[in-house]
């Protein structure tokens, strides 16, 4: 089986050790400061391998790491040299981080997986080796029946994606529109796909071709989705050719119906004649 790196964010209330830190221990800090740990979880096939890392962080230089592969704690600054020679002396605290593989990785891979794994049969969890992903769904369609010469607002709703990454561009004839386009922003789907939707305010002109074109981490390629300008007598030729084979799908239902309806009460009268027949005329004896 392939090796396939699923990168986990681990936001859990986990009880945070404190690392007796020299990094503002005998040291001229500056009055505003901040210190950071960001744990990441991450899984190969499930979990057959699994690696934790926390990742050091003063103001926004990292300066320190520890990752269970490698099994200790190493300085990626000058600055944090002395903290991972600090807590790779103290065996407590190395015990602890090696162990948040199983304590921390596993058990809440356990926890989570019927929310996310587990709901890999409601959509299309792919990987395309920078992790996972789930491909949009793409749907272009007027805001209400457009009418040529007149502002008209079409809508391009991308539905069902993940990571929430994306790019949307309109397009009038080959030519990218600018103007009138109107983004509403990212919306979580709570079961971590995202959706969206850009608006274009345009005039359309008999002919003109628009097209929505979406660019995700999940495809190879960008899709586009096209919407063609028709005159208001096209679209009412094509709302009337509806109704009409509705009225005749209709009508022949109902004829149908009453046709094998007539069948089968001429079907009981004739047997019920021959049984009338047989009762008036009893078979003579020979």
Not at 15 to 20: G, T
Not at 54 to 78: H, K, P
Not at 111 to 123: I, Q
Not at 242 to 250: C, P
Request: hydrophobic share 40%; aromatic share 10%; glycine share 8%.
């Amino acid at each position: 089986m392939s090796s396939r790196w699923v990168p986990w964010v681990v936001a859990l209330s986990v009880n945070v050790i404190w690392l007796d830190s020299s990094m503002i221990q005998g040291r001229d800090s500056p009055e505003d400061f901040v210190i950071q740990a960001k744990a990441d979880c991450y899984f190969t096939n499930g979990t057959e391998k699994v690696q934790f890392v926390v990742r050091f962080i003063f103001n926004l230089e990292e300066y320190a790491r520890f990752d269970s592969d490698v099994g200790m704690f190493v300085a990626l600054t000058e600055l944090g040299r002395p903290d991972a020679e600090l807590w790779n002396n103290r065996s407590d605290i190395l015990e602890r981080s090696r162990a948040s593989v199983d304590l921390v990785c596993r058990r809440n891979y356990e926890l989570g997986a019927p929310f996310t794994v587990g709901r890999r049969g409601s959509f299309l969890l792919q990987d395309n080796g920078l992790g996972s992903v789930v491909q949009p769904e793409v749907t272009v369609y007027p805001e209400r029946t457009p009418s040529l010469q007149h502002h008209s607002l079409l809508l391009c709703s991308v539905t069902g994606f993940y990571p929430g990454d994306i790019t949307i561009r309109w397009f009038r004839n080959g030519r990218e529109e600018r103007e009138g386009v109107m983004p509403t922003g990212l919306i979580r789907n709570g079961d971590w796909t995202f959706q969206t939707m850009v608006m274009l305010e345009t005039i359309p002109e008999l002919g003109d071709v628009y097209t929505c074109l979406v660019d995700h981490p999940s495809l190879l390629s960008p899709v586009s989705v096209e919407w063609r300008a028709q005159s208001e007598y096209s679209w009412g030729k094509m709302l009337s050719g509806v109704a009409a084979f509705l009225v005749g799908l209709i009508f022949l239902l109902v004829g149908i119906t009453v046709h094998v309806r007539a069948r089968k009460g001429y079907v009981e009268t004739q047997l019920s004649g021959d049984k009338v027949s047989g009762a008036v005329c009893p078979e003579q004896p020979h």
